[in-house]
């Protein structure tokens, strides 16, 4: 019995050994960032900014890949199913990390138990477009012709959206018929072309052609009024004052991820989310930094789950 016993503490240091020189080694090859949109969001232009970012700090390339569809459930499940090594990092966001669960049957994942934050990264709010050529020039506009026609079309590219735009019709006592896409740029595409009445995507994505004048801006959905976007009011501005809403941005891994594999990408997302260039990127963006820390990041991620859950009950949404 001795002899096995210490055989299993042999063996279990031997572990621990070979864990620490696999953290001490880490990262020893190249990184993915997997992002559940389309190219052209402001998620997509994160990760591609913070993978070149982690890539000067290790010292290792950093890919991007998108994998769309399904709310983010795609690639929420190409971190599922990848090796838990930290060699695969998820650029979540609210929708599929505390939207999902509220508004998706047999969801294939829990975003808590499944996943363990590395970083928060950024918020930013969102913004109603309409067509350059739409009778629509304001909120007030949008509610009273959605009274006076019937639902209006809003595209969405994720159930937070989704769940954002059915919030603002109940409390506006309007309807609004979600039409799903896999991403912004394909929204923004429809938005030029006249094909949508509105659409409720993120700020940061948009902001390049709201200066164009390709679409128009009707309110943003902040606490105040986006700093490239000045002239354009908040929701609240305009006689909602309950509606405040933001999408924000983190790193996941999976939840079996060693801790000091784990610890080694947080303190490397620290590192690079302090510096001038982040600060300048993020403020480009009109965003706000949200560098949290894993445990900051889980605290939040909780908080963010009570207040969608009871943004779903004030809209009268259920999963289906």
Request: proline share 7%; hydrophobic share 45%; with cysteine.
């Amino acid at each position: 019995m001795k002899r096995i016993t210490w055989m299993t503490l042999a063996l279990a240091l031997s572990c621990v050994a070979i864990a620490a020189r696999a953290a001490d080694d880490f990262p020893s090859r190249g990184l993915t960032i997997i992002v559940p949109f389309t190219p052209g969001s402001g998620s997509d232009a994160s990760a591609r900014f913070y993978g070149e970012a982690l890539a000067k700090y290790f010292g290792h390339p950093v890919v991007v890949e998108n994998r769309p569809g399904a709310n983010g459930i795609i690639g929420i499940q190409a971190l599922k199913q990848a090796p838990a090594d930290g060699y695969t990092i998820l650029l979540a966001s609210n929708s599929p990390m505390s939207v999902n669960p509220l508004v998706l049957k047999n969801l294939p994942y829990d975003p808590v138990r499944d996943f363990r934050p590395i970083a928060g990264i950024s918020r930013n709010m969102n913004v109603f477009l309409a067509p350059a050529e739409s009778a629509l020039h304001s909120i007030g506009d949008l509610v009273a012709k959605a009274r006076q026609n019937g639902p209006l079309n809003v595209g969405t590219y994720s159930a937070g959206y989704r769940l954002a735009a059915e919030w603002f019709a109940s409390l506006a006592g309007i309807r609004l018929a979600n039409i799903p896409y896999k991403g912004q740029a394909p929204i923004m595409a429809d938005v030029i072309g006249n094909r949508l009445d509105v659409a409720l995507v993120d700020t940061g994505g948009a902001l390049t052609l709201l200066k164009q004048g390709k679409v128009r801006a009707l309110a943003v959905s902040g606490e105040h009024r986006h700093p490239e976007l000045p002239d354009v009011p908040t929701v609240r501005e305009s006689g909602f004052a309950d509606y405040v809403q933001y999408s924000w941005v983190s790193f996941y891994v999976r939840a079996e991820t060693p801790d000091a594999i784990a610890g080694r990408l947080a303190d490397a997302m620290q590192a690079v989310l302090h510096t001038p260039a982040s600060e300048a990127f993020i403020a480009q963006k009109g965003s706000d930094m949200m560098p949290l820390t894993p445990q900051a990041m889980r605290d939040f991620h909780f908080a963010e789950i009570n207040r969608f859950r009871q943004v779903a009950k004030a809209a009268g949404i259920h999963p289906e």
